[in-house]
């Protein structure tokens, strides 16, 4: 995982190597793997922080730079980064502090998360009035509502919506993240940043907390009550649009934002890149429509 933005790009080195020596191996984890090392709690949320901002500095050298940014939980931390709101090394050894702290909720507070699909937000909260303990966490659209609760809890409604024949996927996580059972990370994220300066961010930063873009003067405690809050993601996309954005670059592996943008707006161009030769493309067609 960003091996070939190392190799191609200079600017996507200079984040790498400063990554690297903050955090040495990090490196390693991300050219050679495996897997698994790669999704250990240490090092996940750092190489992946790492290998997104590598890949918007890789998009501003091909002279494409954005009106707006935003980012989905971590992605946050890589749009404040890219913004200016945080230094580089502000950002990273926070965002290392971020995932073991969030670990250790994890730990105190076994937990899950499931995304729900083909309900609308309405009907999800009426079904969760019999499930206090249920929270709504990420909402990705329209019809897909990630939720997460302690295992049990967890069990207990997703039992209830397989009885009703509802749609959920359950998904591959440690922890019930963006819930109230990450409140303690969250304390310890915001009493970090209060010891660090934060900077008026070069171009707007939508926030997973309001769908709107940061205030600045309340920059720390939004950034820090993201991590025990919901992610409200189809209303930042929706706002966004309102705003006058019709074009989308997903930065970093996998296209799932993408996918979501897609639904939430199909008539916006969305395109989606995690090494130099898809980033080259998408950065060409983008800079090519704009100029009519």
């Not at 070939?4 to 990090?26: I, T, W």
């Not at 901002?53 to 980064?81: I, R």
């Not at 996309?237 to 296209?255: H, K, Q, S, W």
């Amino acid at each position: 995982m960003g091996q070939a933005l190392y190799e191609q790009s200079a600017s996507a080195k200079r984040v790498l190597d400063q990554a690297e020596k903050q955090k040495p191996g990090l490196l390693d984890v991300c050219f050679s793997g495996p897997m698994e090392r790669l999704t250990e709690t240490e090092n996940a949320q750092p190489t992946l922080f790492a290998v997104s901002l590598a890949a918007a500095e890789m998009a501003k050298e091909l002279g494409l730079v954005p009106d707006v940014t935003a980012g989905f939980s971590l992605g946050e931390w890589t749009a404040c980064a890219y913004s200016g709101m945080l230094g580089f090394e502000q950002a990273f050894s926070l965002v290392i502090k971020r995932g073991l702290w969030m670990q250790e909720c994890a730990l105190n507070n076994p937990g899950g998360m499931a995304a729900v699909l083909r309900l609308r937000t309405e009907e999800l909260h009426d079904l969760l009035k019999e499930y206090k303990n249920v929270y709504p966490v990420n909402y990705n659209t329209q019809e897909q509502i990630v939720v997460a609760a302690k295992s049990d809890d967890l069990d207990q409604f997703l039992g209830f919506l397989k009885a009703n024949g509802k749609r959920f996927i359950r998904l591959n996580v440690s922890g019930a993240f963006h819930s109230p059972l990450m409140k303690e990370a969250s304390e310890r994220i915001k009493a970090a940043l209060d010891n660090e300066q934060m900077n008026v961010p070069a171009l707007p930063v939508y926030s997973n907390l309001t769908a709107l873009p940061y205030v600045f003067s309340e920059a720390k405690s939004t950034l820090a009550a993201q991590a025990s809050s919901r992610v409200l993601w189809a209303d930042t996309i929706l706002n966004m649009a309102a705003n006058g954005v019709d074009t989308f670059l997903e930065l970093g592996p996998g296209r799932v934002l993408s996918s979501f943008v897609t639904k939430l707006l199909p008539e916006a161009q969305v395109y989606q890149a995690d090494n130099p030769d898809s980033l080259c493309a998408a950065v060409h067609e983008i800079r090519g429509k704009n100029e009519f």
